[in-house]
C-alpha cells in the first residue's frame, strides 16, 4: 500500500505517514504536488489517500487532480483519509464519491481531528497542550484503525450506509 495526499499545513501529511509506518513499517507517501505521482498511483492498486477537509469539502487542488487524471483511479482500491480542524461533515463520503465516479473502489474511511491552521477564528484557536492531546488522539485512532483493517473490518467513518453494503447499491440509485 502507498500513500498519497494533500497536506497543506502537515497535518495530514503526518498521519497518513503515521498510518502507512504503523501499516507496512514504512512510509512510502507521495504528495499530489509531485510529477512523479501519477505514475506511481498507476502502478499500485492499494492506495491510502489522504486530505484536510476544507469548509466540508475536497479542496479544490485535490478535486481538480482527481478529475484531470480520472484514468489512473479505475480498478484502484482506496481507504481515505480525512483531516479536519472543527469537523468534517462527510468528509471521507465526498471523495469517495468522486472516486467512485472512476471505478475506484473505497475500502474504508477515517476522520481524523487535527490542530485547525486558522488561527483568527475563536471557536478553532487552541492552545498547546489541546493541540497536543489532539495529535495524540489522532496517533491512537490511526493505530486502531490500522489494526481493523489488518483485520478485514477496516472503519468505514463517514462513507454513509451504501459503503457499507455496495451490493445493495441499486437501491441508492432509485
Known amino acids: 500500500m502507498i500513500g498519497v495526499y494533500f497536506s497543506g499545513t502537515g497535518n495530514t501529511r503526518f498521519c497518513i505517514d503515521k498510518f502507512l ?30 486530505y484536510p477537509v ?11 487532480y482527481i478529475v484531470n487524471n480520472g484514468h ?32 475506484a473502489e473505497i475500502v474504508g474511511g477515517l476522520h481524523l481531528k487535527m490542530p485547525d491552521s486558522i488561527g483568527d477564528v475563536k471557536v478553532l484557536r487552541r492552545g498547546f497542550t489541546e493541540n497536543k492531546e489532539l495529535v495524540g488522539n489522532a496517533e491512537q ?25 455496495p451490493k445493495m447499491r441499486w437501491l441508492w440509485l432509485m
Open 21 to 50: 509506518m504503523e501499516y507496512n513499517g514504512g512510509h512510502n507517501t507521495y504528495p499530489i504536488e509531485e510529477k512523479e505521482t501519477l505514475e506511481i498511483i498507476k502502478t499500485n492498486t492499494e492506495l491510502v489517500l489522504a
Open 54 to 64: 476544507q469548509y466540508s469539502n475536497i479542496p479544490k487542488i485535490l478535486r481538480d
Open 72 to 103: 489512473a483511479w479505475n480498478g484502484k482500491r482506496i481507504y481515505i483519509i480525512a483531516t479536519m480542524g472543527l469537523f468534517s461533515g462527510d468528509g471521507a463520503g465526498i471523495l469517495a464519491r468522486l472516486l467512485r465516479r472512476y471505478g
Open 141 to 165: 485512532k490511526i493505530c486502531k484503525a490500522v489494526s481493523e483493517l489488518k483485520n478485514g473490518n477496516p472503519p468505514q467513518e463517514g462513507l454513509g450506509i451504501e459503503n457499507q453494503f
